[in-house]
């Protein structure tokens, strides 16, 4: 091997934290949150080293610098706290610090007797501006020498709001509710309930060509509405609102309600055409034809999607179509759309997402992006690692304890940069468990979602405890809201329950996180239980009949071997202890107990 040209730094700097991918892509955090740092520093011989942590802030040009300490053995550990969404960066700088290293030698041989330490003082003298200092004036200066500062490569952290974290969300067709008009007139009760985001299925005009009728059906009949997702019509396309839901004037008096009420609007983003969108005739090299001239729509076999095509990300003028579709997304942002639900995200290319999303939160770093993303793990994570803040779950799928241990732990294998958001249900998922299961099934859900995951969403009907199949073995609802106009109103029987939850979810900070959840024995396997610091959940997931076990609290909960205790759900004060405590929960109930510590 030739000699290297420059003289090596001598000190290392390894194992910096937290880091993802070797630093291909940044970590997650939200505003307020400290940044724990770790690294290794060291260098060989017995030098006294010196390091900081610096930090630089979105848009900022200046970085600042935050103490490391040592914590033994060569492993240093720091932390910043960020308070503004965007691109953070961090790096460790590390140092040799002569003044402490001569001070510690000093310091050393004046506790072994040594008597003659003219020479130690002439080298201190170095430090002091030719000055020898005494012996005591040796070992009172102060160290602040960064001799040989090096320096590790920089590392990113993606800060976004709060709401990317912790959130409860509510689902609903804006055409079941009288409009935009109408879902104004809805959002103080919504927000009386709790919730943070109403997610509107997309609002845009639906075209007319192979319109679908009511279930599904291949033809529609004068008076269907069709699907919302058959996006385009001689109206406009996805930067253009459906005159069935009202006027621009509507639109922001519902979005200036929302504001008033303290709720965020949530669009569906959702990449597909209807054969009526303006694009397929200003833009026909945008879109998938096969070898005969003929377009062709989406399937997802053995479904079939005859009113909609997908754009083709490896046409010609990419370039040009990656372009439009970012237009769109700023075009809703400068409207007042800062969070959108992005309709299978999984099926575009993901160099696509990642330069999107970089160039949408480049100017607007609120904006949140939810992927709803049912795929496999390597692209669900990838979507998050590209700048995803959510993502959709398989939760709703996993209905037993062993699933939900199997899959919840998976998700907090992940959690430096995948956030969950446990739906527990959508216009597309009416899970077996809620069809035969009856209202206990819907409490167990809801109770499971909303404090196993800090974010959780309902779609209307579920309140209400809907819970037709179009036939037996699917998953589509009967007389599905996609293809027909409801008449909705807020007065399910869940709702009280819905609300009681969501206030305990804004009070109880436990609640909020996803990392602190600890799973404990219960002894029955229909008993789902576990802690969120000193939040303990029981639920009994047995829709049918009434279960009885235990909730062992381990020692290493912190608690005391008895302790006072609130069931929040029905406020009854108990009390508990570590080790077994007897539960006996009927069909579908919950405790969701507080210690008084």
């Not at 400290?34 to 630089?56: E, M, P, W």
């Not at 083709?312 to 003028?317: I, L, R, S, T, V």
């Not at 179509?321 to 290319?349: C, M, Q, S, Y």
Request: glycine share 8%.
């Amino acid at each position: 091997m030739p000699l290297p040209k420059l003289l090596q730094p001598r000190i290392q700097i390894q194992a910096v934290e937290p880091v993802l991918d070797c630093g291909r892509y940044a970590v997650k955090r939200t505003v307020g949150d400290r940044v724990q740092v770790y690294a290794t520093v060291f260098k060989d011989g017995h030098d006294t080293l010196g390091g900081v942590i610096r930090v630089r802030a979105p848009g900022a040009a200046i970085w600042r610098e935050e103490p490391l300490a040592p914590l033994g053995n060569d492993r240093w550990s720091g932390a910043f706290v960020v308070d503004r969404p965007g691109r953070w960066e961090f790096a460790v700088a590390a140092w040799t610090d002569r003044i402490a290293t001569w001070q510690d030698e000093l310091g050393r041989k004046v506790e072994a007797g040594q008597q003659d330490l003219t020479g130690e003082l002439a080298e201190g003298a170095v430090f002091f501006g030719g000055v020898v200092p005494t012996v005591t004036a040796g070992l009172a200066a102060e160290a602040g020498d960064r001799h040989d500062e090096v320096e590790s490569a920089p590392l990113g952290v993606d800060v976004d709001r709060e709401l990317a974290r912790f959130g409860s969300w509510y689902e609903l067709f804006p055409r079941s509710w009288g409009g935009f008009l109408g879902v104004a007139d809805v959002l103080p009760a919504l927000a009386r309930l709790g919730f943070d985001v109403v997610y509107l299925p997309p609002i845009h005009p639906i075209g007319l060509t192979n319109r679908k009728g009511r279930n599904n059906a291949d033809s529609a009949e004068p008076d269907d509405v069709g699907s919302p997702w058959a996006i385009g019509s001689d109206e406009g396309g996805h930067d253009a609102i459906s005159p069935d839901l009202g006027t621009w004037e509507d639109f922001d008096a519902m979005v200036a309600a929302a504001r008033r009420t303290g709720v965020e609007l949530a669009l569906d983003f959702a990449i597909q055409c209807s054969p009526d969108h303006p694009w397929l005739k200003e833009h026909p090299e945008w879109f998938n034809r096969r070898p005969d001239g003929t377009l062709k729509y989406a399937e997802n076999p053995p479904k079939r999607y005859q009113d909609i095509y997908n754009v083709n990300f490896e046409c010609e003028d990419w370039q040009g179509l990656w372009e439009a579709l970012r237009d769109v997304v700023l075009g809703w942002v400068e409207r007042g759309i800062t969070v959108f639900r992005v309709d299978n995200p999984h099926t575009k290319p993901a160099p696509f997402w990642e330069w999107l999303i970089a160039e949408v939160r480049r100017d607007h770093p609120e904006v949140i992006l939810l992927a709803e993303a049912f795929t496999r793990p390597s692209l669900m994570t990838t979507l998050a690692k590209l700048g995803f803040a959510q993502s959709y779950t398989y939760f709703t799928w996993k209905n037993t304890k062993a699933e939900l241990v199997e899959y919840v732990e998976q998700l907090r294998a992940w959690s430096q940069f995948y956030r969950p958001n446990a739906f527990v249900n959508t216009p597309d998922i009416l899970h077996e468990y809620l069809q035969l299961g009856g209202p206990p099934a819907f409490e167990a859900r809801l109770v499971l979602a909303s404090t196993l995951s800090p974010s959780y969403g309902i779609y209307s009907g579920f309140e209400s405890f809907e819970n037709k199949a179009v036939a037996a073995g699917s998953e589509e609802y009967l007389d599905s809201e996609k293809y027909e106009v409801k008449r909705r109103a807020l007065d399910g029987p869940l709702l009280p329950l819905v609300q009681r939850l969501n206030e305990l979810r804004r009070a109880e900070p436990a609640l909020q996180r996803f990392e602190n959840l600890r799973w404990l024995e219960t002894e029955n396997d229909q008993l789902v239980a576990y802690a969120k610091d000193d939040v303990i959940c029981i639920v009994n997931i047995d829709p049918i009949a009434e279960q009885e076990g235990v909730c062992v609290i381990p020692v290493a909960l912190g608690l005391p071997p008895a302790f006072d205790a609130t069931d929040l759900l029905s406020d009854r004060a108990i009390t508990w202890r570590v080790g077994r405590n007897y539960v006996k929960l009927a069909p579908g109930k919950a405790h969701l107990i507080k210690a008084q510590t």
